[in-house]
């Protein structure tokens, strides 16, 4: 595993090669992408890009939870959760690219 | 929301971009996210989430049906943990 990061910067920066924009636009298309599916899911929207995955809100129920330090009880209000599933065209490369890293080293 | 839906909202966001563009700038991010994950790095998107892959070793399992036990290879999943601010997003 390389261990790199991978932020904002560099998707700008692969939309700037890609598209004839300047960087600064690439950085804003970025943002307002990043902005208009986070928008979808807080209104509840489910969120699918295919051979990619999809990100969907789920309702959790209240439930009892313990501080792990004092063991005191204490309630864990209702909430709604982000989940992400990764499609199985993205599963499969990862895999096939994982085996192919580790054959190599 | 699907992929284009999401390219229909930023086209009509930017009147001033040809759909066709717009339909490979949100492919470039989803392909740069994957393709970070191929490589074994991980996609930090500050306030949205961050991306990561996780090995699974391998393990015996059960055909649930038959109860026959067999071998799941080790493998390499992706994951997702939801950022700070869409997280207060989602409950707000």
Avoid at chain 1, 54 to 61: E, L, T
């Amino acid at each position: 595993m390389s261990g790199n990061t991978v932020t904002r910067a560099q998707l700008t920066e692969a939309v700037y090669q890609e598209v004839g924009l300047s960087r600064n636009e690439s950085a804003d298309l970025v943002e307002s992408i990043l902005g208009e599916v986070s928008n979808a899911l807080s209104r509840g929207e489910m969120v699918k890009i295919s051979s990619f995955g999809s990100f969907a809100v789920r309702q959790k129920g209240q439930r009892i939870g313990r501080n792990p330090k004092t063991g005191e009880e204490v309630p864990i209000l209702p909430r709604r959760v982000l989940v992400f599933r990764p499609s199985h065209v993205l599963k499969n490369r990862i895999n096939l690219s994982a085996r192919k890293l580790s054959d190599g080293s | 929301m699907t992929k284009s839906e999401l390219i229909a909202r930023i086209a009509e966001l930017n009147p001033h971009l040809y759909q066709r563009d717009v339909e490979r700038i949100v492919s470039t991010i989803f392909e740069e996210i994957s393709a970070a994950l191929c490589r074994g790095d991980r996609v930090e998107l500050r306030g949205f989430g961050a991306f990561s892959v996780k090995s699974r070793d391998s393990r015996v399992g059960r055909n649930p049906r038959t109860g026959e036990a067999v071998n799941v290879v080790s493998k390499t999943v992706p994951f997702f943990k939801t950022g700070k601010q869409l997280r207060e997003l989602i409950n707000g």
